[in-house]
């Protein structure tokens, strides 16, 4: 089990960018895959992106591909989301979590231990 912490939110102009941060506790992380999700008012929580544990393998949403980027740091224990071109459609909660396994996947239900989110919101 890991306890996750994001940060990095903010309020940022369409076409502006923001850098997600997720810090971990725990040695786990390193062997753990980890997924970005995001959820905004009214809607179900959905992925955005997804890593493997050794962060050779990554996957987005069509709605953010080119646009987001997946990264993670394991000496560090902290995995990221660089987000470019942004809009008001991605404005929303966003949350980090992690797998307990190394692959990772794109269904939220495969992921055990989130953070409590940071807010992202996109102005016109």
Known sequence: QVQLTESGGGLVQAGGSLRLSCAASGR????????????????DREIVAAIDWRGSSTNYADSVKGRFTISRDNAKNTVYLQMNSLKP??????YCASRR???ATMTPEDYADWGQGTQVTVSS
């Open 28 to 43: 786990a992380f390193s062997i753990y895959a980890m997924g970005w999700f995001r959820q905004a008012p009214g809607k």
């Open 89 to 94: 459609d991605d404005t929303a909660v966003y």
């Open 101 to 103: 396994t190394m692959r």
